[in-house]
């Protein structure tokens, strides 16, 4: 199984910081994607990263996959109470269908 | 709504009890994957199915787990004599699979609002 780390495993801000949460493994993937969970839902797709080095922006996220494919990195600007939810990142097993979850960073904004 | 919805959205059962959860993946899309997700984890795979076969099953998935998907739209989740360490919520994703959607790596994967079990 290819292991996926997340850190900080929790991060409770106020609004208007900035923040970073890191995905790494010691194996490389094809490809990371990003996903936000919401309480009581399923999480919901926001990027996926496929070339090493690879910069994505989505408003005020911004996505890097690092350039060896074995980390990803995710940052917030000014970072607003809706942003408030789990992000998980998820990398295709060796069989390519199953996704490989971090166990996530709990993120917390406060007005 | 047109998105992945499964039913019920809670269930509570006691111990031993057995349990089916019913996933309905997005029109047109072939291939199906339920997880399960406890507390402070992430989602971890449990199988997978590209129409009505099942190609993939996790070594999570023990006897007592049973998916099936007979006419390759939505697909069941059965868990019979269910155990205290059964509760979690359980997500089910589609995805379009296929040659539209160029290679399984980047084959975008829809998850429903899940189930969530409590075995008392």
């Known amino acids: 199984t290819q292991l996926l780390e997340q850190s900080p495993q929790f991060l409770s801000i106020q609004e208007g910081e900035n923040l970073t949460v890191y995905c790494n493994s010691s194996s490389v993937f094809s490809s990371l994607q990003w996903y936000r969970q919401e309480p009581g839902e399923g999480p919901v797709l926001l990027v996926t990263?496929?070339?090493?080095?690879e910069v994505k922006k989505l408003k005020r996220l911004t996505f890097q996959f690092g350039d060896a494919r074995k980390d990803s990195s995710l940052h917030i600007t000014a970072a607003q109470p809706g942003d408030t939810g789990l992000y998980l990142c998820?990398?295709?097993?060796?069989?390519?269908?199953?996704?490989?979850f971090g166990k996530g960073t709990s993120l917390l904004v406060t007005p | 709504d047109t998105g992945v919805s499964q039913d019920p959205r809670h269930k509570i059962t006691k111990r031993g009890q057995n349990v089916t959860f019913r996933c309905d993946p997005i029109?047109?899309?072939?291939?199906l994957y339920w997880y399960r997700q406890t507390l402070g984890q992430g989602p971890e795979f449990l199988t997978y199915?590209?129409?009505?076969?099942?190609?993939?099953k996790s070594r999570l998935l023990s006897d007592r787990f049973s998916a099936e998907r007979p006419k390759g739209s939505f697909s069941t989740l059965e868990i019979q004599r269910t155990e205290q360490g059964d509760s979690a919520m359980y997500l089910c994703a589609s995805s379009l699979g296929g040659w539209r959607a160029r290679t399984s790596s980047t084959d975008t994967q829809y998850f429903g609002p899940g189930t969530r079990l409590t075995v008392l």
């Open positions: 029109s047109e899309h072939n291939r």
């Open positions: 990263v496929v070339t090493g080095g």
């Open positions: 199915f590209q129409n009505e076969a099942q190609l993939e």
């Open positions: 998820a990398g295709f097993s060796n069989s390519g269908y199953a996704l490989n």
